[in-house]
């Protein structure tokens, strides 16, 4: 399978997604962004194979027209989603960039969730056979981003206490090495 092919499947993919997760107040909206989906999906499927970063021009203004619906309306969803799906063809796949959180917790909250992000990448579930474990990837990928872009707000308005300014991200301590186990010693 080439990387079109690759990018049309989880095209595919994200629009079972986006219809299974995403809410919207306006249906007709939800419909338009799965047809969005489905209809890159069939435009990718019909490429001939080039190399990383040579998308057409129709399929870059199709993949900037979803992922620009996404930021303007709330999904409930990441327009990460998106870029996950045609990372195959662009070779990119989106980022996800620590807030520099002044609070413990919030440190950890964006700690923990660019954690479960590495993790889903570094497992290659986005490249699994079935399709079953690339959708969750994607969900789960797109569900991460979405509450990373809350965490980014409620990590702002914090910083900018007056009681939080001028200060350092928090830095979170390393864990301890783990002292390897030996059998038949308690």
Do not use: W
């Not at 990441?78 to 917790?105: C, K, M």
């Amino acid at each position: 399978m080439n990387q079109y092919a690759i990018a049309a499947r989880r095209l595919r993919l994200a629009a079972d997604v986006f219809e299974a997760r995403a809410h919207h107040r306006t249906s007709a909206l939800l419909d338009i962004v799965a047809r969005g989906f489905r209809s890159a999906a069939g435009a990718f499927d019909d490429i001939a194979l080039g190399g990383p970063a040579d998308l057409p021009e129709e399929l870059q203004d199709a993949v900037t027209a979803l992922t620009v619906v996404f930021q303007a309306h709330d999904f409930g969803l990441s327009a990460a989603l998106v870029g996950y799906a045609v990372a195959p063809v662009t070779g990119e796949i989106p980022v996800l960039t620590g807030h520099g959180a002044v609070g413990e917790q919030l440190a950890q909250e964006d700690h923990l969730l660019q954690f479960r992000r590495r993790a889903i990448i570094r497992h290659r579930h986005l490249d699994a056979k079935d399709d079953e474990i690339v959708a969750f990837a994607l969900r789960v990928l797109a569900g991460i981003h979405y509450q990373h872009e809350r965490l980014g707000v409620v990590v702002a308005a914090d910083n900018g206490r007056s009681c939080n300014q001028g200060k350092a991200p928090y830095c979170l301590p390393l864990p301890a090495p783990r002292q390897p186990e030996r059998y038949g010693t308690r």
